[in-house]
């Protein structure tokens, strides 16, 4: 009989600690999301998700399915007419942080010139965009919050055109499940159609009055508030509509994929 692996009293209450972490946030009451970080244990985490929980192979299995559970409650909650709050000029943060993982002096250099933004998928219209097709269409801005999944955030002031009209304008169809993006620094994400239609959902090409500086992500990055940081891409290259999982970057780590803020 084949001899199964124990977890260490550690590794029990990390696997632990992990699986709260991913639940708990999304539990829409305050009772019983207190409720579940006190009372969930190794046996209610193998009987919610189904996985042996006695290794660290079970674990991960384990983890992995509380991860999407939590995508899918995210997406039941995730209201598409609700909209994230918005702040006076007074409050945006100046210098406005750079993130990314790596240095600013590696954050891509794209020429305009050259620049076209490519087109694939479920779309009727697949031609690429120049920037200054882009900056034609009707522009719109917000001074929105970014939270970042490290714990800070930042007010910015972000300027493009609304999302669900460049989806309207391309001929995107709004029944596929998903919207990916692909950069020029190699990082990739998608996103959820609602999250893609929604009122705030911006293809940035200005920060703070001015053309999208690279750190914050030249030519274009989607700004989402709805969204925690690392689903916001920068330096967007190309745009595709699917039902196809796309993943992303982190989300291919192991991050939450819906990424809710």
Not at 26 to 43: K, M, N, Q, V, Y
Not at 58 to 69: H, P
Request: proline share 7%.
């Amino acid at each position: 009989m084949e001899k199964r692996s124990r977890l260490s009293t550690a590794d029990a209450e990390l696997a632990l600690r992990e699986a709260r972490q991913l639940l708990a946030p999304r539990i829409e009451l305050p009772e019983r999301r207190a409720f579940l970080t006190r009372t969930l244990s190794l046996g209610g985490l193998a009987l919610l998700t189904g996985c042996e929980v006695t290794s660290q192979s079970g674990v991960e299995q384990a983890l992995s399915a509380v991860s999407r559970f939590n995508d899918r409650v995210q997406g039941w909650l995730f209201d598409p007419n609700a909209l994230a709050p918005t702040y006076p000029a007074s409050m945006i943060t100046r210098p406005f942080p750079f993130n990314a993982y790596y240095g600013v002096d590696e954050a891509p250099t794209v020429d305009e010139a050259d620049y076209r933004l490519e087109i694939a998928g479920r779309v009727a219209d697949r031609r690429p965009w120049r920037l200054a097709d882009l900056r034609a269409l009707p522009q719109a801005e917000q001074i929105t919050r970014h939270i970042c999944v490290e714990g800070w955030s930042a007010i910015g002031r972000w300027g493009g055109v609304r999302f669900p009209d460049f989806l309207a304008r391309i001929g995107a169809d709004t029944s596929a499940r998903y919207v990916g993006f692909k950069c020029a620094d190699d990082y990739y994400t998608s996103i959820d159609m609602a999250t893609a239609l929604h009122p705030q959902t911006l293809l940035t090409l200005s920060y703070d009055g001015r053309t999208l500086p690279r750190e914050y992500g030249f030519p274009m990055k989607l700004r989402m508030p709805t969204k925690l940081g690392y689903k916001n891409p920068k330096h967007v290259r190309a745009i595709f509509v699917t039902n196809a999982y796309p993943g992303g970057y982190w989300e291919d780590q192991g991050y939450n994929w819906f990424g809710g803020s």
